[in-house]
């Protein structure tokens, strides 16, 4: 079996310390002709993609270099939400025609990806990538993830937490107009 080439990365990123549970996001593209964000035009400000092309997810934490210990990703799941004009609707999901949501559940080890004075960063990457099956369509995207993450506390001991964190936004498969009665 040949392995899946990955088309773009969505990358969510947050620090230990924030309060709020919104991660920060970005897409970046691999071997993707186009490119899968844009701030300008018809489909600014959405995550767009074309069907049969695959996405990977990374989460990148950071943290105080000193008490930031090691995370993982305990659940990550997608939600989707299909856009309606009344009559037409999108599938439930471009990653399903049956599904609104879509588990991702192969993570690799997270690894530091650099440490400086002011803060570590350690990065977390999805090993089966989501791939695009359908056409056309339009959807609001969530996707939430459960972490654990390790910190040293002041004593010089280890203390664990579960934090969720989120991001919401639109996605856009083929041209993003209504799909086809």
């Known amino acids: 079996m040949n392995p899946v080439s990955v088309s773009g990365v969505i990358r969510v990123s947050f620090d230990i310390e924030q309060i709020s549970s919104y991660a920060m996001w970005g897409v970046s593209q691999t071997d993707n002709p186009h490119n899968p964000y844009s701030s300008l035009g018809l489909h600014a400000g959405a995550i ?105 506390t002041e004593g010089g001991g280890k203390r664990s937490e579960i934090r969720v964190f989120t991001f919401d936004p639109e996605i856009q498969v083929g041209s993003g107009t209504e799909p086809p009665r």
């Open 48 to 152: 767009r993609f074309r069907k049969d092309e695959s996405i990977r997810v990374e989460v990148l934490a950071y943290g105080h270099p000193d008490l930031f210990v090691s995370m993982n990703v305990l659940d990550a799941m997608i939600y989707t939400v299909p856009h309606t004009d009344g009559e037409r609707r999108s599938a439930p999901s471009p990653f399903s025609r049956v599904r609104a949501t879509t588990p991702i559940g192969q993570w690799a080890p997270a690894e530091v990806e650099h440490t400086d004075s002011q803060r570590k960063a350690m990065t977390q990457a999805s090993l089966t990538p989501l791939i695009v099956v359908e056409e056309s369509g339009r959807w609001m995207f969530s996707l939430i993830l459960t972490m654990a993450i390790e910190r040293r």
